[in-house]
């Protein structure tokens, strides 16, 4: 049964840092890419940031390119998302994918995690 759960999310200002945490259980040994969505209310799930297995290829949202670093540590299972010089429009529930086909654009697999919430005032 492939599971998978995020943490880190809380309430900030603008401008102050975060860091995602999501962590996979279900699939040990198996290569996978890994990934995060958000979703603000209101709004569709919208993609944020995949990497590869072994971390060589990563892509970003244009919205969050040179904030945001997607990085992962495959012993722990576990992956992360730095979030830098946080805007109010991040504001979501931030969930993590895992195993999605990854061929130049990330498709989300149907293994999701229950999401954690993002808050940024202004």
């Known amino acids: 049964q492939v599971q998978v759960a995020e943490s880190g ?16 259980s279900g699939r040990p040994g198996q290569a996978y890419a890994m990934a995060w969505f958000r979703q603000a209310p209101g709004t569709e799930r919208e993609f944020v940031a995949a990497i590869s297995w072994r971390g060589g290829t990563t892509d970003y949202a244009d919205s969050v390119k040179g904030r945001f670093i997607i990085s992962r540590d495959n012993d722990k299972n576990t992956m992360y998302l730095q979030m830098n010089l946080l805007k109010p429009e991040d504001t979501a529930v931030y969930y993590c994918n895992m195993g999605g086909d990854y061929y130049g654009e990330y498709k989300p697999s149907s293994h999701w995690g229950q999401g954690t919430q993002v808050t940024v005032s202004s």
Do not use: I, N, W
């Open 9 to 24: 999310g809380r309430s900030v200002q603008a401008g102050a840092s975060l860091r995602l945490s999501c962590v996979a």
